[in-house]
């Protein structure tokens, strides 16, 4: 089993920042990817971010590149989006998320076996 843990989500204005962090815990969370999704009311959750716990190894969406930062911190278990340049339409609750390494699609939430409860992140214009 994998727990994770998200926090960091918040209201900001249309060119904020914030950080999301997912702390994780369980037997073989280090053997797995730790990816970032996000959905908004009425939408399909959304792929966002992803990096392999063992080398580091990212993968982020197109709409995020140049805004969106993911990263790992070891000694903490945990896994952290920074989020830069934030626009309304990041609105959504972002979910933190555990997986295998090799996955046939990343970007699928259902090749993610633990999922985090989901912080909100609402962007103003």
């Known amino acids: 089993q994998v727990q994770l843990v998200e926090s960091g989500g918040g209201l900001v204005q249309a060119g904020d920042s914030l950080r999301l962090s997912c702390a994780a815990s369980?037997?073989?969370?280090?053997?797995?990817?730790m990816g970032w999704f996000r959905q908004a009311p009425g939408k399909e959750r959304e792929f966002v971010a992803r990096?392999?716990?063992?080398?580091?190894?990212?993968q982020r969406a197109d709409s995020v590149k140049g805004r969106f930062t993911i990263s790992r911190e070891n000694a903490k278990n945990t896994v952290y989006l920074q989020m830069n340049s934030l626009k309304p339409e990041d609105t959504a609750v972002y979910y933190c998320?555990?997986?295998?390494?090799?996955?046939?699609?990343?970007?699928?939430?259902?090749?993610?076996?633990?999922w985090g409860q989901g912080t909100q992140v609402t962007v103003s214009s």
């Open positions: 998320a555990a997986g295998p390494n090799y996955p046939s699609d990343y970007r699928q939430p259902h090749q993610y076996d633990y």
């Open positions: 369980g037997r073989t969370f280090r053997s797995s990817a």
């Open positions: 990096i392999r716990w063992s080398d580091g190894i990212i």
